[in-house]
């Protein structure tokens, strides 16, 4: 197991293709890290950077302390489970996860071979499937014989590449615990690319979020959550995705689409002359009044609105709730969505609610 070390690592493609910008980033020995980001941004270059598929343009990258850049694949000593599982049809599983010991010609004896694939099939429960084909499994169970590849190899760290987009929700969670559960059992250092925001929340020790080639932030799942650094971060961690309201300022309160909310001293001092802001609220911190009213909490902001459409998720009520924007700041929201590729602007708030909540589509909640 290694640690793994990116320093202002660089991609340009032989197009001209900037693709990677100047990523600097320290891996800990052990630890499990997401890479994730919208569709483009440069995640699998990055992790095809590591494994040894792509030259690196600029920059340095060491595994265990030892500088990789011009090391061929094999000689990295990491493994890759890819989207497609890249399993041998004609090999039964036993053989399959054999096969990179296989590959050393020689290295191990029959013996040794039949251990190590033993102790991957019971680590990933497969001892009952060894004798089948990887036709005859689940999704899920491909997927394992991916993972015991992996793990026969002992390698330095294991790579992912979106492993589970080819699967349908439910083995996707199954899958998830048990990569979780494998990457613990194992202590392996693991690198994951993923667009799939509840697999960058829930696996890693922590979240590297990029955003055209650049990294954003690199935090622990909270943290991103709770403090994002920019407002790309917050916008693309969560879902339903953080609101951005426009928000004038005046006097001592803050006007918002929806409502004015009192400014509180010390917000006043962060915002000094700031008159326009955009303000972000998580859908999930509201709350129904009705509901706030009954169990006697205080401290919120009312409003009343006009729900659009509700959608009824059985744990949550998503209620959808369009708002008008002050011509006056129409402008600094449009300068965000220009920033934010036309992500940003939002002309209705998303707003959570427990299940139970009474509203309706077309009420005034
Ligand atoms: P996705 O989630 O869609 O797989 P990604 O974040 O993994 O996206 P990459 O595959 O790393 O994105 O690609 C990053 C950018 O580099 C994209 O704009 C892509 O079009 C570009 N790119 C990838 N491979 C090449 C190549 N061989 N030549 C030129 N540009 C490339």
Redesign the pocket.
Known sequence: MAAITLTDIQKR???G?H?VKGVSLDIADGEFVILV?P????????LRMIVGLEDISEGELTIGGERVNERAPRDRHLAMVFQNYALYPHLTVFENIAFPLRLTKGQFTEEQIREKVSFAAKTLELQDHLDRKPANLSGGQRQRVAMGRAIVREAQAFLFD?PLSNLDAKLRGQMRTEIARMQRRLGTTTVY?T?DQTEAMTLGDRVAV?RK?ELQQVASPRALYEHPVNLFVAGFIGSPPMNFLPGEVSGDVLRLPIADVPISAALRQRLGDRRLVIVGIRPEHFEDGAVASRQNREGGVTFHADVDVTEWLGSDLFAYIPFETNPQVAGKLEELDRDLDGEGLRTQLVVALASDSRVRDGDDA
Do not use: M, Q, R, W
């Open positions: 493609y032989p197009d293709f693709a980001g569709s483009g941004c440069g995640k699998s270059t990055l979106e690319v667009h990029l080639g």
